[in-house]
């Protein structure tokens, strides 16, 4: 059984502030079920043609690994711009292990 105190400190989710737009924004670690819940979430942010379920699993990410934005409202997403959520989503998932797709070459690799 694992002692309290490690246990503890495993468990803490580290911050790290990030420059955003004219500012800053903190970003959380999340916890192993919320990686494999936004590694989920990446895979469908690849698939740009569905707004709806892009802007959901936007939703998720920003909420859990945006310090202040755990309650952010759907209408408050909404109404902002979808480069900047995309941008704070990168910088979630990046923090964490995770990379957004970034082979823009389009091929199977095989030519």
């Not at 995309?86 to 082979?103: I, M």
Request: net charge negative.
């Amino acid at each position: 059984m694992a002692d309290n105190a490690a246990l503890k400190l495993m468990k803490k989710a580290n911050t790290k502030s990030f420059p955003f737009k004219d500012g800053e924004v903190e970003i959380r670690t999340l916890t192993l079920n919320q990686v494999n819940a936004f590694a989920q979430s990446a895979k469908e942010m690849d698939d740009l043609d569905d707004l709806e379920k892009n802007r959901d699993a936007l939703a998720r990410v920003l909420r859990s690994g945006v310090v202040g934005l755990e309650d952010v409202t759907d209408e408050d997403l909404d109404e902002s711009p979808l480069s900047s959520l995309k941008e704070l989503s990168d910088l979630v998932l990046e923090f964490n292990g995770l990379s957004a797709v970034e082979d823009t070459s389009g091929g199977s690799g095989n030519g």
